[in-house]
Structures are given as structure tokens and as C-alpha cells.
């Protein structure tokens, strides 16, 4: 059986523009999951905008004044790592199709939908979420760690995929995460190219 997430874990977000189904989602999921609601379209995007950590967006079709795929087709462009699920019926297939080509919809779940089915997918789609969201922030690390050290050691570089960039991200049989906490903690970027120096020892020399 599924236990509830802890409260600062990222949130289911059920969008739909009747009153009964968000009573009946919430009812249904909020025993295992952070479950919050919004009426619309535009409701959903004001709560996402206000910091509201969401993993899943789970929405209906049919909504007025949003359709669902318009909102996960917003949702796509502003905050990518996000799942996004569709809940559509069957007369709509074939612009589901097209969603799902397009890359606007993760998934989409078949009305009515199922207790266990719906709960499964769900999960999965956390899980997705927090794999999207821990390579994003990987990247951006390197990225800044990258800047970093082109602009105060430009002669030190030996191409990003190798030397002393490369042995300090793993690459090349080095593995050397210390530069980048000294960076994080403000320490001087001198200090932390010296000690991936050493690290190396007789990869790159200092000139």
C-alpha cells in the first residue's frame, strides 16, 4: 500500500473546473500523496507561479475558459520538469494524439478513471519528476562551475571534456566534487583549481 508524501515533498495538482470532481480527487489521493486543487486553467498557473512546488499536473480536458492541453502546453514552456496528465475521454483521442507528438503531454488517463491505475501513474510520474529535476540541477552546476573557472583560469583549461574540467566533473577517470562546494561556500576559485591540481596529479600543471 502507498503511504502519504511527507508535506514538503512536491504536490499532486488536480486542475478541473467542477466542484465535485476536486472533492472526489482529493478524497480519493490525499492519503498518499500532497494533493492540492484549482478550478482552471488560469488558477493552476497562478498557483504555479507563486512557488508552489508541483511534481504532477494532473488536468481535464474540458474546462472553460483553458482547455486542459492548452495548460499543459503552458505548463511545458515555463516549468518543462514538471509531469503533465491529461484526463480526457475517449471522443477526444485524437487530439490527445496530437499532444502527445508534440511533447505537451507525459500521459493521459481515460475517463472515469480507476483508483489503483490512476495511483500507479501518479507515482510514476513523481518519480519522473524528481529524475527531470536533479539532471536540471546537475546541469546548471556545471554550467556554473564551468563559467566560473573560464573566466578566472582561462589558460588552465584543457577543453571541457577533459584536463582539469574533465577530471574535476568525473570525466577522464577523475572524480573531484571539492571545487565546486568551495565555489557554492564563496571560497576564492584560486584555491579550489589549485587543490584539483593536486588531485590530478600529473594530468595538467600549472603554468
Request: aromatic letters at 6%; charged letters at 25%.
Amino acid at each position: 500500500m502507498l503511504t502519504r508524501a511527507f508535506m514538503g515533498d512536491a504536490a499532486i495538482l488536480y486542475v478541473d473546473d467542477e466542484r465535485a470532481n476536486l472533492d472526489l480527487f482529493r478524497r480519493a489521493f490525499d492519503e498518499q500523496f500532497r494533493v492540492v486543487c484549482a478550478p482552471s486553467g488560469p488558477a493552476a498557473l497562478e498557483l504555479l507561479e507563486s512557488g508552489e512546488q508541483v511534481g504532477v499536473l494532473v488536468s481535464d480536458q474540458r474546462m472553460d475558459p483553458m482547455p486542459g492541453i492548452e495548460l499543459l502546453t503552458r505548463v511545458e514552456a515555463r516549468w518543462p520538469v514538471v509531469t503533465r496528465v491529461l484526463l480526457t475521454a475517449y471522443s477526444d483521442r485524437e487530439l490527445l494524439l496530437e499532444a502527445i507528438q508534440r511533447g505537451k503531454v507525459n500521459d493521459y488517463v481515460l475517463k472515469p478513471w480507476h483508483l489503483e491505475d490512476l495511483g500507479v501513474r501518479l507515482r510514476a510520474g513523481l518519480d519522473s519528476y524528481e529524475r527531470r529535476r536533479a539532471q536540471a540541477q546537475a546541469e546548471v552546476e556545471r554550467d556554473v562551475l564551468r563559467d566560473a573557472l573560464e573566466v578566472h583560469e582561462p589558460s588552465g583549461l584543457v577543453g571541457l571534456s577533459g584536463g582539469v574540467f574533465g577530471a574535476m566533473m568525473g570525466v577522464g577517470g577523475g572524480a573531484f566534487i571539492v571545487p565546486l562546494l568551495t565555489l557554492a561556500m564563496g571560497f576564492p576559485v584560486q584555491v579550489a583549481i589549485a587543490s584539483s591540481l593536486v588531485a590530478v596529479a600529473g594530468t595538467a600543471c600549472a603554468s
